[in-house]
C-alpha cells in the first residue's frame, strides 16, 4: 500500500479515513451523474467547452494510436477525440462509476456514435490496461477525485507507452492574484446553491468545490508528475489558471 497521499485523508474539507474516501467520492458522482453535464455548463458558463476543445487540440492524436481517457464517464473529451479521429484511433474511457458511464454510453448514442469508443469500469490508481498499453492517457477534471494522486500518476506512467504523452485538465487553487478572492468565494458559495437548485444536492457540490481548493498548485503537482516518472513536464493555465492543463512525456 503507497503511503497516504496528503489529499488521501481530505473529503473536500472534512477529515475522512483514506479507505472511506473513494466510496464518498463514488456516491457524489452516482447521485449527479444525471445532471452532471448540465452543472458543468452552469458552474462554468460554458468555458469547460472551450477548455476541453483545448485539451484535445494540445492532445493533437494521430491515426493508430491508442487514447485513454480517465474519470472521463460522460464521454465530453472521447467525444471530441472521436469527431477529430473519425475511427482512425482506438479511444478507451474508463470510469470508477457505472453511473457516469452510463450518461457517456447514452450520450454517444444520441451523437449517432455506435461504436468506436470502448467504456470500462476501472480505479485510475489500479488501472485495468498491461504495461506501455497507450499511446496517450488524458484525464479531465477526475484527479482530484483520485484517493492517491501519487499512486494515479505512477498508473499513468505505467500504462503509457515509451514516448507517449499525459495530459491532465483540471481546476487549480492558482489563479491569478486579482482572481483568487473571487474564485474561493464562488466556490465556497455559489457552487453549493447551484447543486442544491439543479442537481438537487448541495452536499455534492460542496464537496466539489472544496475538492478544488484543496487540489495542488501547478507547480507541486508538476513536481509529483516528476517523482511518478513522467517527463519534461509543463503546464498551461487557462481563463487565469481557473483551469490548468498539465503535460509530460513517458520516456
Known amino acids: 500500500m503507497p503511503a497516504p497521499n496528503p489529499e488521501s485523508e481530505w473529503f473536500g474539507f472534512r477529515r475522512v479515513d483514506p479507505e472511506e474516501k473513494t466510496g464518498l467520492v463514488h456516491r457524489v458522482f452516482s447521485s449527479v451523474a444525471g445532471r452532471y453535464d448540465l452543472m458543468n455548463d452552469l458552474m462554468s458558463g460554458g468555458l469547460h467547452r472551450l477548455w476541453k476543445d483545448s485539451l484535445v487540440c494540445r492532445m493533437n492524436p494521430k491515426a493508430g494510436m491508442t487514447l485513454l481517457d480517465v474519470a472521463g464517464g460522460t ?128 452536499e455534492a457540490y460542496q464537496y466539489l468545490a472544496e475538492s478544488i481548493l484543496k487540489f495542488p498548485a501547478q507547480q507541486e503537482l508538476a513536481k509529483r508528475m516528476e517523482k511518478a516518472g513522467l517527463s519534461q513536464v509543463k503546464w498551461t493555465n487557462l481563463s487565469g489558471g481557473i483551469a490548468v492543463i498539465h503535460e509530460g512525456w513517458r520516456l
Not at 75 to 99: F, H, S, T, Y
Not at 105 to 123: C, F, M, Q
Open 75 to 202: 464521454g465530453d473529451i472521447a467525444l471530441r477525440l472521436q469527431k477529430r479521429m473519425e475511427g482512425k484511433a482506438r479511444i478507451i474511457v474508463c470510469d470508477i462509476n457505472p453511473a457516469m458511464l452510463a450518461q457517456g454510453k447514452a450520450k454517444a448514442i444520441d451523437h449517432g456514435i455506435l461504436s468506436g469508443i470502448d467504456w470500462v469500469t476501472g480505479n485510475a490508481e489500479a488501472l485495468p490496461f498491461p504495461d506501455r498499453s497507450v499511446d496517450m492517457y488524458s484525464i479531465a477534471f477526475g484527479l482530484r477525485n483520485v484517493t492517491r494522486i501519487d499512486q494515479a500518476l505512477r498508473e499513468a506512467a505505467r500504462v503509457l507507452k515509451p514516448g507517449g504523452r499525459f495530459f491532465c485538465m483540471e481546476f487549480s487553487p492558482g489563479v491569478i492574484p486579482a482572481l483568487k478572492p473571487l474564485y474561493e468565494t464562488y466556490c465556497v458559495n455559489v457552487l453549493p446553491l447551484l447543486g442544491e437548485f439543479v442537481a438537487k444536492d448541495r
